[in-house]
């Protein structure tokens, strides 16, 4: 059983930048790659980022291409770097792992965070 929980949230200007955590309560580099989904109030949770087991490879959705940055480390924490933060990123952020290579798809992720509230004002 792998636990996760996400800190970093807040409230940040348009434009702004914020770092997102994802600590898992056991080691996870070089067995599960890491994403990141969003959910905005009455909508679907979408995919944002991807890392894989080893850090080598990511992916990212086109919504956050260029502005957002996904890492890990080699033990248990990923991270998800937001810079020139909109007003349509506002969501609860979540992490998650999977055993499938960078997957986009929410269904194949075993294990979730509780989420961490991000809001983009204006």
């Known amino acids: 059983q792998v636990q996760l929980v996400e800190s970093g949230g807040g409230l940040v200007q348009a434009g702004g930048s914020l770092r997102l955590s994802c600590a898992a309560s056991v080691r996870i580099f070089g067995t599960f790659a890491m994403g990141w989904f969003r959910q905005a109030p009455g909508k679907e949770r979408e995919f944002v980022a991807a890392i894989s087991w080893n850090g080598g490879s990511t992916n990212y959705a086109d919504s956050v291409k260029g502005r957002f940055t996904i890492s890990r480390d080699n033990a248990k924490n990923t991270y998800l770097q937001m810079n020139s933060l909109k007003p349509e990123d506002t969501a609860v952020y979540y992490c998650?792992?999977?055993?499938?290579?960078?997957?986009?798809?929410?269904?194949?992720?075993?294990?979730w965070g509780q989420g961490t509230q991000v809001t983009v004002s204006s």
């Open positions: 998650a792992a999977t055993k499938r290579f960078l997957s986009a798809l929410r269904t194949e992720y075993a294990y």
